[in-house]
């Protein structure tokens, strides 16, 4: 039995340094027991910043199995899926999921034991499929058409289904080992249906919901994924050279340029400046001031 906090980082430079910022956040909290698996094909870029570091472990995968992980839907979310039931296999204990573009902002002591007692945790409620919004309104329509129905083999979906993000996902493991076989059929038949890049977290959304409450793991989890544009800021904070003496170099050299980094206030910052009206957004962005990074980030 054990703790553990997966990533799945490959391919994507960029993904791979969002995963280096994430992992350094978790280190960062005072009492993080829990084993960092890193499923990769990049594990000595992670040891030039990790080094030696005894809480991660790699599981090294190739490129041809990242590739049919996409299963015949050829789905780069599927690939989440594969991963977990690859874990849950090879894993016993309590485990979270993270997506790369996440910062762990507090201790996750609590979303463990939480696992531990059989709950299973979500990112974070996005509405529901009847809500008002584009997105939404489209999967509510397609999935009350009799072909929908037929995707979801019975599954009982409608305009108050709740959806969640899946950039967090919980579980303890082997007792929901099963619920992943479900997600990943479950996701095979949606996209296959209708291919929108949502079905593998609306998939797991109605299993998550069918065998028990979904906690949202948001309040220990900042997901960034609108905010692409730290990406060229963590290349060159982990730039090859970007710490040129030894000592810049240790773990706790690379904490202290990642700490500098204040995701969740740039995240609010952006959320600000996107709820304003979309005409003041406009009028900004024609006065050359729509929102962009703070420059001097690493300084």
């Known amino acids: 039995m054990g703790d553990y906090l997966l990533y799945q980082a490959y391919g994507n430079q960029d993904v791979v340094n969002e995963a280096l910022l994430s992992i350094l956040s978790h280190l960062r909290q005072p009492g993080s027991p829990a084993t960092v698996l890193i499923y990769t094909d990049s594990e000595a870029y992670f040891r030039s910043v990790l080094g030696p570091e005894p809480a991660v ?12 992980w996409r299963g015949a839907i050829d789905f780069v979310h ?13 894993f016993t204990g309590r485990l979270l999921y993270v997506d790369t573009d996440t910062i762990i902002t507090r201790p996750l002591a609590e979303v463990f034991a939480a696992l531990g007692r059989g709950e299973r945790f979500m990112h974070v409620a996005e509405g529901r499929l009847g809500d008002d919004n ?21 599954r009982r979906v409608g305009p108050a289904t709740r959806l969640y993000n899946a950039g967090a996902l919980g579980l303890r493991l082997p007792a929901d080992a099963p619920l992943l076989d479900e997600v990943l059929a479950l996701t095979d038949r949606l996209y296959a249906f209708y291919p929108k890049h949502v079905m593998e977290q609306l998939a797991f959304g109605i299993v998550w919901a069918a065998a028990g409450p979904v906690r949202e793991a948001a309040p220990w989890i900042c ?11 963590l290349a060159e904070l982990f730039a090859p050279g970007a710490t040129p003496e030894p ?3 240790s773990l706790d050299g690379w904490q202290a340029r990642a700490a500098r980094l204040d995701v969740p206030a740039l995240v609010a910052s952006k959320a600000r400046y996107q709820a304003l009206p979309a005409w003041r957004r406009a009028w900004q962005r024609w006065r050359g001031q729509a929102w962009q990074l703070p420059a001097g980030l690493l300084n």
């Open 247 to 249: 000592l810049s170099r």
């Open 57 to 68: 472990a790699y599981v090294p995968i190739a490129a041809a199995q990242w590739r049919a």
């Open 78 to 90: 599927r690939v989440k899926i594969e991963v977990l039931r690859h874990a849950a296999a090879r």
């Open 134 to 154: 584009p997105l939404n309104r489209k999967l509510n329509r397609a999935l009350s058409t009799p072909a929908g129905q037929g995707a979801l083999v019975g």
């Open 223 to 233: 997901h960034y994924w609108d905010l692409k544009e730290l990406r060229p800021v």
